[in-house]
C-alpha cells in the first residue's frame, strides 16, 4: 500500500485518479478545499475499493494555509510515496489571492509551489518517490511575467494567457525539480492531460462550453495515465519528462529553457521563504 497526495481530488481529474488509486488499495489523502465536497467524495472513493481516504484542507490561494497543512502532513508523516499536484483553476476575471497574487498565478503555481518544497522531504523518504504536475499544452501559450506576479500590478488583463503563464511555470517548476533530483530515487515528470471534461470550464458561457464538449475526453483517461506516471516501471528512470494526451507533447521554446527554470525558482524561493 502506497501513500498518495492529490490535490482538489474532490471532482474532475482528481477524483478520478483517487478512484483508481482506491480500486488499487492505497492510501489516498485527499488535499481540498472544502471539506464539505471532500466528505462527499471521501464517501464516494470509499465505496469503490479497499484503500484508505483521508482528508486535508488545503487552500492553495492562501500560503498561510498551504504551510499549516503541509506542516500537518509533516507531523503526521514520514513518507509520502507519490504527490499529484492536480489542483488548478481558470478565471477570466482578474483576481487575488489572500497574498495580493494573480489568482491563476497564485492557485496553479505558488501555492503548489510551497506546499511541494515543505513535502519534498517526505517524498525523498519514499524509495520511488514521485511528484507529478498538472501542467497543460495551454503552456504554448505562455510566459513568465514575474512584474505581473502581483494582482495589483496589472493593468490590462487576459484571463487565457494568465492561466497560460500559470501551466508555463507549473512545467518549468517540474523541470528544475526533476534536474535537482536527478541521481536520487525521487522523480519530477508532467502532462497534459488532453481536454477533459470537468468542473474547470464551469466559468465558460454555456455555449461556449457546448462546443468544446464535443473535444472533451472523459476524466478516467488521464487517470491511467497519472497512474502509470505514478507506478509503472516504465517511468522508474524517466525524469523531467512531459507527456500528452490528445494532442503530441509540444514543448515550447521557453518550457525548455533551464535558466528561465532557475529563475523562476529562485524568485518563487524568496516568494515563500518565510514559510521554509
Ligand atoms: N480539464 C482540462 O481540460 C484540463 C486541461 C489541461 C490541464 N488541466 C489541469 O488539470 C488539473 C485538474 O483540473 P480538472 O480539469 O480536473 O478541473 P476541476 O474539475 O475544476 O477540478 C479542479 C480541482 O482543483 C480544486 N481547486 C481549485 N481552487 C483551489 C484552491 N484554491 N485550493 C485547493 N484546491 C483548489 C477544485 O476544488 P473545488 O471543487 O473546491 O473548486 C477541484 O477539486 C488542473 O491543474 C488543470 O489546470 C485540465
Not at 497574487?101 to 509551489?113: A, D, H, I, R, S
Not at 505562455?142 to 506576479?149: L, V, W
Not at 487565457?160 to 533530483?181: D, E, G, T, W
Not at 517511468?235 to 494526451?245: C, E, F, M, Q, T
Request: glycine letters at 6%; charged letters at 20%; hydrophobic letters at 40%.
Amino acid at each position: 500500500m502506497k501513500t498518495v497526495v492529490i490535490t482538489g481530488a474532490n471532482t474532475g481529474i482528481g477524483l478520478a485518479t483517487a478512484t483508481d488509486f482506491i480500486k488499487d488499495g492505497h492510501h489516498v489523502i485527499i488535499a481540498c478545499r472544502n471539506t464539505e465536497k471532500a466528505q462527499h467524495a471521501k464517501q464516494q472513493l470509499e465505496s469503490f475499493g479497499t484503500g484508505k481516504v483521508e482528508i486535508i484542507q488545503l487552500d492553495l490561494n492562501h500560503l498561510e494555509q498551504v504551510n499549516q497543512a503541509a506542516n500537518q502532513l509533516i507531523q503526521k508523516y514520514k513518507k509520502i510515496d507519490v504527490l499529484i499536484n492536480n489542483a488548478g483553476m481558470m478565471t477570466p476575471e482578474l483576481e487575488s489571492t489572500v497574498d495580493g497574487y494573480e489568482k491563476q498565478f497564485g492557485v496553479n503555481y505558488l501555492g503548489p509551489f510551497l506546499w511541494t518544497m515543505k513535502l519534498l522531504p517526505l517524498i525523498k523518504n519514499a524509495e520511488q518517490g514521485r511528484v507529478i504536475h498538472l501542467a497543460s499544452m495551454m503552456h504554448l501559450m505562455g510566459s513568465i511575467q514575474p512584474q505581473h506576479f502581483k494582482a495589483d500590478q496589472i493593468t490590462k488583463y487576459n484571463g487565457v494567457l494568465s492561466y497560460a503563464n500559470s501551466k508555463l511555470a507549473n512545467l518549468l517548476f517540474s523541470n528544475i525539480l526533476a534536474q535537482q533530483l536527478e541521481g536520487t530515487n525521487t522523480t519530477s515528470n508532467a502532462l497534459h492531460p488532453g481536454g477533459v471534461d470537468s468542473e474547470i470550464y464551469r466559468e465558460l458561457p454555456k455555449y461556449q462550453y457546448n462546443l468544446i464538449k464535443l473535444f472533451l475526453i472523459s476524466t478516467s483517461k488521464p487517470a491511467a495515465l497519472i497512474k502509470k506516471i505514478a507506478f509503472d516501471p516504465s517511468w522508474n528512470k524517466r525524469n523531467g519528462d512531459y507527456v500528452s494526451l490528445q494532442t503530441p507533447a509540444f514543448r515550447s521554446r521557453k518550457a525548455k529553457d533551464m535558466q528561465l527554470a532557475q529563475q523562476l525558482y529562485d524568485q518563487s524561493i524568496q516568494l515563500i521563504q518565510v514559510y521554509l
